[in-house]
């Protein structure tokens, strides 16, 4: 079964406008953590923002912010005032602790396009 | 400070050859971890090294293989190449894996492309 969905593979939006990009993660663990990352046509992978599983308040990082729907196991990042340099590969990941897989474990990405 | 170095950035093979790749991490990052990014298969984890251990290791062929020296950069190599190979390897490093707090995030290379004909 998926760990992570990514449910859009492309996404458009307006510069200044605010976007919203999907995940939903499964996991039986309690304990785990949600990155979301961007890559630009150049390969390299950037780190936005992450939220631990027993965090209270949902994470924010200057334009990102991350919904978080535990019950729902959601994870969504919301993208403020959208910029053309925004336009990249987005890639919500799931990091379960150690003691089991240790890595991230990728969706398959949302392709975000900011249009002036 | 400097990030995650990959190389070579590009290179191209042929069938049944090898190819090793390169990555040096954060200073004082001890722990590596190498990915594999196809369009078809998206982001796979391929193996993780900390102090010279491999510690973890995705489902991966025995072609692929890896190590980590003492200075924590790491290499990895795949012999007998596949077209199949042809991919963008990622490598990333951390401070440690231990727990998932946020000091463990993941910081990546700017990867190596391969392609194989």
């Known amino acids: 079964a998926q760990k992570i969905t990514q449910t859009q593979p492309g996404m458009f939006v307006q510069e200044k406008e605010a976007v919203t990009l999907d995940c939903t993660y499964d996991?039986?663990?309690?304990?785990?953590?949600l990155f979301w990352y961007k890559q630009p046509s150049s390969g390299e992978m950037i780190f936005l923002i992450y939220?631990?599983?027993?965090?209270?308040q949902n994470a924010t990082e200057g334009r990102y912010s991350l919904n978080f729907q535990k019950a729902r196991k959601s994870a969504n990042l919301v993208i403020s005032a959208s910029q053309l340099g925004d336009s990249a590969m987005y890639f919500c990941a799931m990091r379960e602790p150690y003691g089991s897989a240790r890595q991230l474990t990728f969706g398959s990405g949302t392709q975000l396009t900011v249009l002036p | 400070k400097a990030g995650v170095t990959q190389t070579p950035r590009y290179l191209i093979k042929t069938r049944g050859q090898q190819v090793t790749l390169s990555c040096s991490p954060i200073?004082?990052?001890?722990?590596v971890s190498w990915y594999q990014q196809t369009p078809g298969q998206g982001l796979q984890f391929l193996f993780e090294?900390?102090?010279?251990?491999?510690?973890n290791k995705g489902n991966f062929p025995g072609r692929f293989s890896g190590r980590q020296f003492s200075n924590s950069r790491s290499e990895m190599n795949v012999s007998t190449l596949e077209l199949g190979d042809s991919a963008l390897y990622l490598c990333?490093?951390?401070?440690?894996?231990?727990?998932?707090?946020?000091?463990?995030?993941?910081?990546f290379g700017a990867g190596s492309r391969l392609t194989v004909l």
């Open positions: 200073s004082g990052h001890r722990s």
């Open positions: 090294y900390f102090s010279e251990t491999q510690r």
């Open positions: 996991t039986s663990d309690p304990s785990y953590g």
């Open positions: 939220q631990g599983s027993y965090d209270q």
């Open positions: 990333a490093s951390s401070w440690d894996d231990k727990g998932i707090a946020g000091a463990n995030v993941l910081t």
